[in-house]
């Protein structure tokens, strides 16, 4: 912990940057805040159609460098049917809950979302 503190590294940002999985080497050198210094790369990721979320999983789970996690394509290709859902006004994660739940893509991709009544209302 000499070497985090001789880096400006906090005791306690040490042994979070541990618990979470990253080396001790690393916790100890890396600079403070440089976690959070992704914009450039979270811009790339956005105009790529890569959303905040998925880059910083890409990273921080499954160790890509931040210009792969934002220039790689999705692994799974996006379904026609996600097509069909935006153009009849169901959002993408609409869709994706109603499959995940059993609804066949065609349904999902049909079926009218839920309306509800603005609160107040009535």
Do not use: C
């Not at 210094?37 to 921080?60: C, E, H, M, Q």
Request: charged letters at 30%.
């Amino acid at each position: 912990m000499s070497i985090a503190a001789g880096n400006g590294i906090r005791a306690d940002t040490f042994r979070k940057r541990v618990k979470s999985g990253m080396g001790p080497g690393d916790a100890a050198t890396r600079p403070p805040g440089s976690i959070r210094r992704r914009s450039r790369w979270v811009d790339v990721a956005l105009g790529n159609g890569i959303k905040p979320d998925t880059f910083y999983a890409r990273v921080r789970h499954y160790g890509m460098s931040e210009e792969e996690a934002a220039t790689r394509p999705p692994d799974r290709p996006r379904s026609e049917w996600v097509v069909v859902a935006e153009g009849n006004g169901i959002k993408p994660e609409t869709f994706d809950t109603r499959v995940q739940r059993g609804m066949s893509e065609e349904e999902a991709a049909t079926r009218p979302a839920r309306r509800y009544p603005a609160r107040g209302a009535g």
